[in-house]
């Protein structure tokens, strides 16, 4: 790709924005970014890239600028129906997105992996298994750092692995996964598009570019269009495909591979990230019992069904990462214990009715936050007792244990996204977590459970856990 002289501009000044601006000024291009947010994170990139030579343009004076282009580079975060994203594309500019940009570069094949939930856990299950089987790979994308960041290492690799998102997906034109993994769709980020249909059909971008000679490691129980690449399946949940789970283990093709108690996973779900990733090896030809040992090895990051402490034989269990209610249904079928469930959270334009037998069924009680408190309770109050904490972490944590008795977990698991109330969700995890540490046992237990001693105070406020309010 030819950049020496261009004129291009990057839309938005995140990670992204600034791997993109980075890559195209080491190529020779003129670079301006341009952003039309504005607030202390968005000046302190804009220095970033303002040190390393780049004009950058923030709030209404990135609405204006009016310079003529060659093209411009857009940042995923950056909805195309903003005022800065549709201003360009009605003067006729040729917009491309990053992960687009990237790939102009990139000099290995690439693994591209792509679901409503799962995929970071399955990039850095194959990240770590192929590395340890004797491939060079590094994780990059969605999952960070950017894939632009990444691509100047490509050359050393033997596969890029990338986590891509449908927005990084919306704005692909040559982008081809040599392997393109899909671990399911669920309803999600309807506060970007206007129906499920296009948020699929943006998922399913990945597959666009791919012939016969590639792969695409795809989940059973999807409905699929005809694809051009050779199927390998998945199924915790189904019989018939390549792997499946049975006997508590992993099977492929009828020969047992790895028991989910080898590793340091638990649920369903992840038993189909850990088989996502064995696909992706099969498809670039490494002997499946290569690549069981590095994933024995793998612990879950933090957010995921995260184990934090045990407080009066009670569980918790931090799943902020968890933003769509498909997430909650696969935290709350991995435990077998009853529950108190906290969720809750920005309201994205979708509805928690497909949730509510299995709250009902597995949840003691829910204790709700949120935009959507009201809307959840409303929902779920007639089936399953609810407590509604506002806009309070720290009131959600104290009732929730309120409800929770010994042998019980308490899931934080928000169904939705943070932004009400947070600035992400590992900020959200990150407070409650805190508040979870803070915590005061009530009574001593004795080696066999049973409690002793007189109580002491129930909570203990954790410094710094109060909300914060973002947009």
Not at 112 to 139: C, D, F, P, W
Request: net charge negative.
């Amino acid at each position: 790709m030819e950049l020496a002289g261009k004129q291009i501009a990057v839309l938005g000044v995140g990670e992204s924005g600034r791997a993109a601006a980075v890559l195209l000024k080491k190529h020779g291009a003129i670079v301006r970014v341009l952003d039309s947010g504005s607030g202390p994170s968005l000046e302190e990139s804009a220095a970033l890239l303002r040190n390393a030579g780049m004009p950058v343009e923030l709030g209404a004076q990135a609405l204006t600028d009016r310079q003529p282009y060659d093209f411009a580079v857009v940042s995923p975060g950056i909805d195309p129906r903003s005022e800065l994203f549709s201003g360009f594309l009605a003067r006729g500019i040729r917009c491309m997105g990053e992960l687009e940009l990237a790939y102009q570069f990139c000099k290995c094949p690439v693994i591209g992996i792509t679901g409503t939930n799962g995929k970071t856990t399955t990039t850095q299950l194959v990240e770590r298994m192929l590395n340890g089987a004797g491939l060079r790979t590094v994780a990059a994308g969605n999952i960070g750092p950017a894939f632009s960041s990444r691509v100047e290492q490509s050359a050393d690799l033997d596969v890029m692995t990338l986590e891509v998102s449908s927005f990084q997906l919306e704005r692909v034109e040559q982008f081809r996964a040599r392997v393109a993994v899909w671990l399911g769709f669920a309803a999600d980020h309807l506060d970007r598009y206007s129906s499920l249909e296009e948020y699929r059909a943006a998922k399913l971008r990945i597959f666009e570019r791919q012939s016969e000679a590639d792969h695409a490691v795809v989940n059973l129980r999807s409905e699929l269009p005809p694809l051009a690449a050779q199927r390998i399946t998945f199924s915790a949940y189904r019989s018939g495909g390549d792997f499946e789970y049975r006997q508590d283990a992993i099977w492929f093709r009828g020969n047992r591979l790895l028991g989910l108690d080898e590793t340091r996973l638990r649920g369903l779900h992840n038993v189909e990230n850990l088989m996502a990733a064995l696909g992706v090896g099969v498809a670039l030809g490494v002997d499946p019992g290569a690549l069981v040992g590095p994933l024995r090895e793998y612990a879950p990051l933090p957010h995921r069904c995260e184990w934090i402490r045990q407080v009066d034989g009670v569980d918790w269990v931090n799943d902020s990462k968890g933003t769509n209610p498909d997430s909650v249904e696969k935290a709350l079928e991995s435990e077998n214990r009853p529950v108190v469930l906290i969720a809750g959270g920005k309201d994205k334009g979708f509805e928690f009715d497909a949730l509510t037998d299995l709250v009902s069924t597995r949840c003691r009680a829910a204790v709700v936050l949120g935009e959507m408190a009201g809307r959840i309770e409303a929902l779920w109050g007639s089936r399953v007792r609810c407590r509604n904490a506002g806009r309070s972490l720290e009131q959600a944590v104290a009732l929730a244990r309120e409800e929770a008795r010994p042998g019980d977990v308490i899931l934080f698991s928000p169904g939705t996204s943070s932004f009400d109330m947070f600035r992400n969700y590992a900020d959200r995890g990150d407070q409650f977590r805190r508040l979870v540490h803070a915590l005061v046992p009530s009574h001593t237990f004795s080696a066999a459970g049973s409690p002793t001693s007189e109580p002491v105070p129930a909570v203990d406020a954790a410094p710094g856990s109060q909300s914060i309010h973002h947009t």
